[in-house]
């Protein structure tokens, strides 16, 4: 019986609408597919638990896009402050090695180094400036009771 039903010959509206049909299935299919991938690959981030994104709210409602609006803001400022804070140590550290540094730099040098603020006091004296002038402990003395008033250093 199935072979003389395809023994018959077939019109071609029946052929036509087979092949519409056929491409409207595969269609379906396709886009079905490119959602559920879409999907995996792309979850829904309207829960909160999901890193803090959101998505963009409906705009028929105003004050739920503005809260929505302000919360983005707020997360950039916060991850801003991040990055600020971040750059801010490593210049920190960096500033601390730098001193670190210069301080040995000067602890070491075999010539002596005074140095003298705007009020006239050593703020700062390596060890071959104290060995030099025979006195320890140079910082917060006034350099011309260091040197003596009448030293042409005082002067």
Known sequence: MLLAIL???????????????????????????SMAARRYLHPNTNAKGSGGLVTRPNAENPSAFMAASMQAVIQKLRDQEKELEQLHQREKQRAQQTERLSEAV???????????????LISSANPAAEIALGIRSLPFRRYSEVFGPDSTLAK
């Open 106 to 120: 000067t602890r070491n040098m075999p010539a002596g180094l005074i140095l003298v603020n705007a009020s006239g």
């Open 7 to 33: 023994d018959k010959p077939v019109s071609w509206t029946i052929w036509l609408a087979g092949g519409v049909g056929f491409v409207a299935l595969l269609l379906l299919l396709f886009v079905g597919f």
